[in-house]
């Protein structure tokens, strides 16, 4: 058997690791996920529009982007930066926790920019991917109106897991550069602690989760960066966010902790609990889990304007 044959998901953590920096990401096997079938699959997107774009981000990296708009939605007034997990060492645009969700939020008067950034492989870590999640986010708040139609102050900022840690990280940064924060906030099933099972910076660096937060930040002493770890750091001066964990997700505990925090400091924050749910359900549109949560993504973003 090669290389390529190998399943990687059955390897241990740090393992699957390496064989990503050395193999890249195979090709997703499931049938049905590609924009056609899903436009064939749910007729309610078959007026998205998507445009793909490329951001120049730092140190000379590229951002790889996608425009999704419908000009026959009616119009929320706001627009969404999107950016998918994949527990900071896979994950693309055209995956459905991307590429789904973002025709789902475009048809429903949404226009979102979803955006990739650099995994973290090899010796890439943080801030690398939350440098070009800020990247991809000034270049959206600069060209706002060119994008969606909408004021840089109406676009809202977003993303699940480990996208979801890099939305919250790269927000605190804006606030603590004194830029201006996005509109809103949306994190989905999101990692916000070094150690989201028991959310605290203490950390089993032996353990699956432990191996993967430490391949993120790259070093024991970058575990208490609070830009890498947004619950790390202080909740005041965050904009109003929106919390959605799921029932039956082991990594539930930092979501929820986060949206105490947000209360505590007096941020807005909605936390929603999908019942029957697991973590990573929006990346599997046929999971009956899954709309709901897109539709109270899109409900709350709606009701936020």
């Known amino acids: 058997m090669s290389d390529t044959d190998v399943d990687f998901r059955t390897l241990p953590v740090s393992d699957a690791i390496r064989w990503l920096a050395e193999n890249g990401e195979p090709v997703d096997p499931r049938p049905g996920i590609d924009t056609d079938s899903l436009k064939r699959r ?12 490329t951001i120049d981000g730092p140190a000379g990296r590229v951002v790889p982007a996608r425009v999704y708009r419908d000009a026959g939605a009616e119009a929320s007034g706001r627009a969404l930066v999107w950016v998918h997990g994949g527990a900071f060492i896979g994950g693309h645009l055209d995956m459905p926790e991307s590429n789904w969700v973002a025709l ?15 995994k973290c492989l090899g010796d890439t870590h943080f801030p690398e991917p939350s440098d070009d999640v800020l990247a991809a986010w000034r270049h959206a708040v600069a060209h706002a109106e060119e994008l969606f139609d909408v004021p840089a102050s109406a676009v809202l900022l977003g993303g699940a897991s480990a996208g979801g840690n890099l939305t ?10 004194a830029e201006d924060v996005p509109g809103g906030l949306v994190l989905v099933y999101p990692v ?11 950390l089993d660096l032996e353990s699956p989760h432990g191996v993967l937060t430490l391949n993120f930040v790259g070093s024991a002493e970058a575990l208490d960066d609070p830009h890498a770890f947004a619950a790390l750091g202080a909740a005041e001066g965050l904009p109003p966010t929106f919390i959605l964990v799921c029932e039956l997700d082991g990594l539930r505990p930092s979501g929820e902790a986060f949206a105490r925090q947000l209360e ?28 709901p949560t897109v539709q109270a993504i899109a409900q709350w973003i709606g009701g936020s304007a």
């Open 104 to 118: 789902e939020l475009a048809a429903r008067g949404i226009p979102v920019l979803a955006v990739d950034y650099v």
């Open 168 to 177: 919250a990280g790269a927000t605190a940064r804006l606030r603590d550069a």
């Open 42 to 53: 749910f007729p309610r997107l078959a007026g998205v529009g998507t445009r793909d774009l």
């Open 264 to 291: 505590e400091a007096g941020v807005p924050v909605a936390l929603r609990v999908e019942t029957g749910a697991d973590h990573g359900h929006i990346n599997e549109p046929s999971d009956p889990t899954a709309l």
């Open 192 to 202: 916000v602690h070094p150690n989201a099972p028991d959310p605290s910076a203490e």
